[in-house]
Nanobody, 114 residues
Framework: QVQLVESGGGLVQPGGSLRLACATS????????MMWYRQAPGKEREFVAR????????NYADSVKGRFTISRDNAKNTVYLQMNSLKTDDTAVYLC???????WGQGTQVTVSS
């Protein structure tokens, strides 16, 4: 059974940092592309970042480029999202996705507010 479990969300002030983690199980993690999405209240779900199986290829949404970094630890079957210089517009539920497994996590809330 494929499982994705996000953690690390919370409340942070503008300019602050958070590190999200997505622990996975039930599939061959190291050979799968992993992605992060986010969904703010009243808005559609949007792509945030993508990383290839070995971690050599990474892509980011323009809105987070230069501030967010996606990484993975294949020994721990975990993908991370380091978020720096957070803005109020980054407030959303952040979701982990394994696109070729059609699997989603439950999401973790990130709130950026003073």
């Amino acid at each position: 059974q494929v499982q994705l479990v996000e953690s690390g969300g919370g409340l942070v002030q503008p300019g602050g940092s958070l590190r999200l983690a997505c622990a996975t199980s039930g599939f061959a993690f190291s050979t799968n592309v992993m992605m992060w999405y986010r969904q703010a209240p009243g808005k559609e779900r949007e792509f945030v970042a993508r990383i290839s199986g070995v971690g050599s290829l990474r892509n980011y949404a323009d809105s987070v480029k230069g501030r967010f970094t996606i990484s993975r630890d294949n020994a721990k079957n975990t993908v991370y999202l380091q978020m720096n210089s957070l803005k109020t517009d980054d407030t959303a539920v952040y979701l982990c996705n394994a696109p070729y497994r059609n699997a989603w996590g439950q999401g973790t809330q990130v709130t950026v507010s003073s």
